[in-house]
C-alpha cells in the first residue's frame, strides 16, 4: 500500500454520531486526498490538501469534514450531517508538483451504519 | 469497457490467456492516464501510466495503449495468472488537473 496506512479497517457509526478515519503517509508526499467509494461506481473525490494546513472540497464534501495540520496525516471526519455515510472510503497521496499526479492509496476504511 | 451502476462489466478470462480490458475516457484535453488494480476490500493499486503524446507503454507483462483519436484506453496482461483477478479501472487527468475515475472492470480468471 505504499507506506499510506488508514485506520480502523472497519468503523460502526451510530445515528447522530461523528466519526473520524485516520490516514497516515510516510512518503513525504505534500498531497493527500479522500475518496468515497460505493460499488459499482468510481471513485468520487471527497477532500483534498496540496500543502499544510490547506485543503479544498472536492465534488461531495456536503457531511464531511477534514484537516491537514501535519504533512503525514489528513484525517477526515464523517458528520452526523452526512445521511448516507456506508461506503468504502480510500485515502491517497501524491507527490506535488511535476507532471505526472500519480496518486498511491491506502488500505480503506469501510464505514458501516448501526 | 467501464460503465456507471451496480452492476460491473465483467472479463472471463482462461489461465495463460491475454487479457484486454478497455476504457473510453471522456475530455479530450486529458493527458495523462494510470491503470489501478483493486483486489477485494483492499486499496487500488498503481499498475501503469501513460502521457497523452505517447500511444504505447510497456510494463512488466502489462502493455497500455492509448488512441487519443477515439479517446480510447485499453490494457493488455500478458500470460494472465489467477492473482490477476481483480476490478481494473482507469483514471484520466482533466484539465483542471484532477483525476477522474472509472467504474472499473471485473476481471474473472478462470483454471
Known amino acids: 500500500d505504499g507506506g499510506i496506512t488508514q485506520s480502523p479497517k472497519y468503523l460502526f457509526r451510530k445515528e447522530g454520531q461523528n466519526v473520524t478515519l485516520s490516514c497516515e503517509q510516510n512518503l513525504n508526499h505534500d498531497a493527500m486526498y479522500w475518496y468515497r467509494q460505493d460499488p459499482g461506481q468510481g471513485l468520487r473525490l471527497i477532500y483534498y490538501?496540496?500543502?499544510?494546513?490547506?485543503?479544498q472540497k472536492g465534488d461531495i464534501a456536503e457531511g464531511y469534514s477534514v484537516s491537514r495540520e501535519k504533512k503525514e496525516s489528513f484525517p477526515l471526519t464523517v458528520t452526523s450531517a452526512q445521511k448516507n455515510p456506508t461506503a468504502f472510503y480510500l485515502c491517497?497521496?501524491?507527490?506535488?508538483?511535476?507532471?505526472?499526479?500519480?496518486?498511491?492509496f491506502g488500505p480503506g476504511t469501510r464505514l458501516l451504519v448501526l | 469497457g467501464e460503465s456507471v451502476g451496480l452492476h460491473l462489466p465483467t472479463l472471463s478470462v482462461q489461465e495463460g490467456d491475454n487479457s484486454i480490458i478497455n476504457c473510453a475516457y471522456s475530455?479530450?484535453?486529458?493527458?495523462?492516464f494510470i491503470w489501478y488494480k483493486q483486489e477485494s476490500g483492499k486499496g487500488p493499486q498503481f499498475i501503469i501510466d501513460i502521457r497523452s503524446n505517447m500511444d504505447k507503454r510497456q510494463g512488466q507483462r502489462v502493455t497500455v495503449l492509448l488512441n487519443k483519436t477515439v479517446k480510447h484506453l485499453s490494457l493488455q496482461i500478458a500470460a494472465t495468472q489467477p492473482g490477476d483477478s481483480a476490478v481494473y479501472f482507469c483514471a484520466e487527468k482533466n484539465s483542471w488537473g484532477k483525476l477522474q475515475f472509472g467504474a472499473g472492470t471485473q476481471v474473472v480468471v478462470t483454471p
Open positions: 491517497a497521496s501524491s507527490a506535488a508538483g511535476g507532471y505526472q499526479e500519480t496518486q498511491y
Open positions: 490538501s496540496q500543502i499544510v494546513n490547506d485543503f
Open positions: 475530455n479530450s484535453a486529458s493527458d495523462y
